[in-house]
């Protein structure tokens, strides 16, 4: 069927505005991937602008995989993301678990305290106060542990644990399950959905930590990739002089913009490269405690 004159004229309205804002949205992403990839030469004589590179090189990456400073941040970044989004997964389901059993003792206070978590901060200078004393200042373990569980994520694990049949946890125990046992043989086999939405969230909060690591860190050496990128970029504005393309290449140097944007090139690619092997459980880990039966 034909549509009316005014639904065509909206129907057109719409695709050119989405195509617009999804054109405005790529275009960042795309110029910062080929600036990353031209030439040193191409990127100078067309003072930074290019928008498709006669010539790629690999220049930039070379340059930051061999230099310690950004290995180490990429080595301290990698173990962010991968063990402290383990320890979170099992942290907050294992507190969700306990509070979604309704035997347990103390349950309405527990669930008390984990809101007041959510409702109040405490700040900036009490957390440093407890990190401090607990001597994890300069560690790596400082930007672990402070968020190791986010009260709203077990909140939400919660609601989920409350939608497994109190049955297949009865019939775990008649089997000789105790509640250890039919957490880890039970309960978490069927939260797959649930831990992998959760578990994306950890994980691009643990890549993406930058303000503990300038609260908590002091040596360079054991900054995660985020502060690494943000001194290079202030380091790059803040520079003066420019050398034209004879003499950045007779000096083997390469254009700051060029290794900044392969620096960003490499602290995305990973994360982003995460959610098409999470994507089938993804939408459903979203959807957790929205509808109740």
Known sequence: MKGSFGGRLFNTLNAFTLSLIGIITIFPLYYVFIISFTDPYEYLQKSGFVLF??????????????????????LVTTFLATVGTGLSLIFTSAMAFGISRKRLRGRRILMLMILLTILFNPGIIPNYIVVRDLGMINSVWSLIIPVLISGWNAILMKSFFDSIPVELEDAAMID???????????????????????GLFYAVGYWNTFFNAILFI????????????????????????????????????LPKQTIKMAAVVIATIP?????????????????????KG
């Open 53 to 74: 590179p006669q010539k790629w090189s690999l220049g930039s990456y070379r340059y930051l995989l061999d230099t310690d400073t950004f290995k180490n941040a990429t």
């Open 176 to 198: 000789g399950c105790n509640d250890i046992g039919t957490f880890f043989r039970i309960v978490l086999p069927l939260s797959a959905p649930a831990l992998a939405a959760f």
């Open 218 to 253: 002091n040596d360079y050496a054991k900054v995660p990739l985020q502060v690494l990128l943000r001194t290079m970029l202030i380091d790059s504005e803040t520079s003066t002089g420019g050398s034209s393309a004879a003499e950045m290449v007779s000096e083997n140097q």
């Open 271 to 291: 994360i982003l490269a995460v959610y098409p092997f999470l994507q089938k459980h993804f939408a459903k880990g979203v959807m957790l405690g929205s509808v």
